[in-house]
């Protein structure tokens, strides 16, 4: 390695400080990213176009994370803000390979559910009180906007409940656009080489909803305030690709 990332763990958001959250997530990280590694069929493969970088070391004392630098690259929301936007045939290919890497990580993740390197995500509970903290924002939220629908409360509640005690599966749960690095052919943009899926701090056993969710929010919000192409084309595709890969079907209503 020419360079490498040394990423420090805070105990909070590093968009907002009153946002706690605990520094043993990067240890959690850490292992998802070797875990990555070690099993390269989630990814596709060696030769396929998803990866994570490489875990180096991790300095439990310093909460301090060690991990191969990629390279500078931009981010899908970067090219999806874009102007003029990511071509059509890069964003159905992006949501086809991420849909497809999702579905084999949740295959993996039930059927391995038991083994210890996996069951290990299963404790990771600055994971699953985060997402708790962020379901608690919907309904101040909403009202800041005048939504006040009183089906909110048992909703998040429901969502809070599934979160903090499911172990469907082994999720990502931080999967959107701004953790995911896009490697084009220099020179010629429309060649996609590499997807990087980057933060995995928040990787833990939970539902599989989480991971449908937070891609397919992404997706709408693109579609609906970037470009509507774009984003619905991702969308399809994502789900397309997951249902043609998952061994379970999907429960939408979740």
């Not at 590694?37 to 994570?52: F, K, S, W």
């Not at 980057?198 to 991971?211: F, H, I, N, V």
């Not at 609906?224 to 209503?253: P, W």
């Amino acid at each position: 390695h020419t360079s490498i990332i040394l990423k420090h763990a805070q105990p909070h958001m590093s968009t907002d400080e009153d946002f706690k959250i605990g520094v043993e997530r990067s240890v959690y990280e850490y292992q998802a990213i070797k875990l990555m590694m070690a099993n390269r069929e989630v990814l596709g493969g060696v030769d396929g176009i998803v990866a994570v970088p490489e875990g180096l070391n991790y300095d439990l004392e310093n909460n301090a994370l060690i991990m191969q630098d990629v390279g500078k690259m931009k981010t899908l929301l970067d090219y999806a803000t874009a102007k003029p936007p990511l071509a059509t045939d890069i964003a159905r290919l992006v949501g086809t390979e991420i849909g497809g890497f999702v579905a084999r990580l949740h295959n993996i993740g039930r059927e391995r559910r038991d083994d210890p390197e996996f069951k290990f995500f299963s404790g990771n509970i600055v994971g699953r009180t985060t997402s708790d903290q962020l379901y608690q924002t919907i309904i101040p939220n909403a009202a800041k906007y005048g939504v006040d629908d009183p089906l909110l409360p048992t909703v998040v509640k429901d969502l809070v409940d599934d979160v903090m005690h499911s172990e469907e599966t082994l999720v990502m749960a931080d999967l959107w656009s701004g953790n995911i690095l896009l490697q084009l052919e220099e020179g010629n943009p429309s060649k996609l080489q590499k997807i990087y899926i980057l933060d995995w701090e928040l990787c833990k056993y939970g539902p599989a909803s989480l991971d449908l969710g937070y891609f397919l929010g992404d997706c709408y919000l693109i579609s609906r305030f970037q470009d509507e192409q774009v984003g619905t084309t991702m969308r399809q595709a994502y789900l397309q690709s997951y249902a043609r890969t998952s061994k379970h079907s999907i429960n939408y209503a979740k």
